[in-house]
């Protein structure tokens, strides 16, 4: 393990009072909303960030579903188990530093210990299965990290792009139905989803975002694709 790893971990074992608390794994498994925008419960299932499934004794940086991951973390040589991610919540810039994680901390010991007296049995095998199965939480998509995306394979009509042109800062974008959309250029953004729930080949889904009904996405199975549909013409 790095070296500085180990003075932080060691700091924490001796500064933080998290460790002597008792965790409330229902408390934890409300705070964990503020961890499910990025991060899921269920095996391999990646978003902003890796699955938390089976996190406790894995090897920091190493999920290999998981492709973002930061030099600095990989090379942290951090297992973890209850010390090290006690540590990680509290400060994570000040335990791996350029870690690239967009998160400060948890300050209060007993969120903290809340927290990981859901995630510890939360991220066991198969546990996130079965939490999805009673529903538990009141609100599954939450607790599971997310949601469930949305099948891209099976769309509406109006969801099926046919064509994109392009003329000077606007987008116009026809849809199976017939009807032709224009956006302005910084209202339409170009995704790409390659995984089984992202569009069939040369089938890409027009995804609605904003409030105001003027903003957009265009998910294409690859990154090739975006190229060849859109036609520069007035």
């Not at 599954?140 to 003329?167: F, H």
Request: hydrophobic letters at 35%; glycine letters at 10%.
């Amino acid at each position: 393990m790095n070296k500085l790893v180990v003075i932080w971990l060691s700091t924490i074992a001796v500064s933080s009072p998290s460790f002597a608390q008792h965790g409330d794994a229902s408390r934890g498994q409300r705070d964990f909303r503020m961890c499910a925008p990025c991060h899921s419960l269920e095996a391999d299932r990646n978003m902003t960030g890796p699955s938390l499934a089976g996190l406790w004794g894995r090897r920091a940086g190493s999920l290999p579903s998981f492709e973002r991951y930061s030099d600095a973390l990989k090379s942290s040589g951090i297992i973890w188990d209850d010390r090290s991610l006690d540590g990680w919540l509290s400060d994570p810039d000040g335990m791996v530093p350029a870690n690239e994680m967009p998160f400060n901390g948890i300050k209060k010991p007993q969120d903290r210990a809340d927290l990981l007296a859901f995630l510890k049995e939360a991220t066991k095998p198969g546990a996130a299965s079965e939490l999805y199965t009673q529903g538990q939480m009141g609100g599954m998509g939450g607790m599971m990290g997310g949601g469930r995306d949305q099948n891209l394979k099976s769309l509406e009509p109006a969801q099926q792009v046919k064509t994109i042109t392009y003329c000077h800062d606007t987008y116009r974008v026809t849809t199976a139905d017939g009807k032709t959309r224009a956006f302005w250029e910084r209202n339409l953004r170009f995704r790409t989803d390659s995984s089984k729930d992202g569009p069939e080949r040369e089938a890409p889904a027009l995804v609605p975002a904003g409030m105001m009904g003027d903003r957009a996405g265009v998910i294409f199975s690859g990154p090739e694709e975006i190229t060849k549909i859109i036609e520069q013409r007035c």
